[in-house]
């Protein structure tokens, strides 16, 4: 197994819905989590090459492990938006206008992902390396990254990895649900694939997990809260 990490500077505010959330109260996760990173990878080879290569890259990459080193300080803030959305008779055409809450995020420094693949050396290895340095967005729109550098290494003891299951309430730590791949073999490409002119059966394509994040201290306000992330305390 190779542990790769890589540097991202994000380009401005980003938002990353809670999971199941309402999308008129979309409070935002503080980071990525580990399906979002694996899946700007394999849109990432498609826009590079082609659906083909998207797809030995999701072969590679489904049951990678992900961790992440989050930067010393996360400041995060919900605002009023203006939404519109389509007609709720189906027979209207059109928007209309609503009105709903966006969390957004902010991060002091840089953001470090580490993924951990199956090829010790080699043309895959390589290629994996390079679609890295080519992510220009990590999951929606506004989350427009820049790749710094990218070098085999590996994570140190403090960066974090979802969890499926929390084993023990922990002081002084941010519990956030996020989703993976689902591991199972039934689990296909075609199944994540919006190129595709088929129709696949329904499937349980995610998981749920959860990040656990040690907060050093934290400051608040109406709408506002910055977090200090520091190592995690036994």
């Known amino acids: 197994m190779t542990w790769i990490g890589a540097i991202y500077e994000f380009g401005s ?20 989590g580990p399906s979002t990173i694996k899946l700007a990878l394999v849109a990432t080879a498609i826009e590079t090459k082609d659906v083909i290569y998207g797809e030995k890259v999701f072969g590679t990459i489904k049951n990678a492990k992900i961790k992440l ?5 996360i400041a995060l803030s919900n605002v009023l938006v203006k939404r519109l959305k389509a007609k709720k008779e189906r027979k209207e055409k059109g928007f209309e206008s ?24 080699g043309k895959i290895g390589e290629e994996i390396e390079n679609l890295l340095r080519r992510i220009r967005r990590l999951g929606t729109s506004d989350s427009v990254v820049y790749c710094e550098s990218v070098k085999k290494e590996i994570p140190p003891a403090n960066a974090i990895e ?15 649900p996020v989703k993976d791949l689902n591991p199972d073999p039934a689990i296909k490409f075609e199944h994540i694939n919006i190129y595709s002119k088929s129709k696949q059966p329904k499937a349980k394509v995610f ?15 109406k709408n506002w809260i910055v977090y200090e992330i520091g190592p995690r305390r036994n």
């Open 98 to 121: 609503t009105f709903g809450i966006r969390g957004y995020v902010h991060f002091a420094e840089p953001l470090k992902i580490y993924i951990e693949t199956a090829i010790e050396s």
């Open 69 to 73: 080193l989050p930067p010393k300080r």
């Open 207 to 221: 998981v749920s997990k959860f990040y656990t994040i040690p907060i050093l201290d934290q400051k608040q306000g």
């Open 162 to 176: 979802a969890v499926e299951a929390l084993k023990k309430a922990e002081k002084n730590v941010l519990v956030i």
């Open 13 to 32: 505010l980003f938002s990353y819905r809670i999971p199941d959330f309402s999308s008129q109260y979309a409070l935002s996760s503080p980071l990525p």
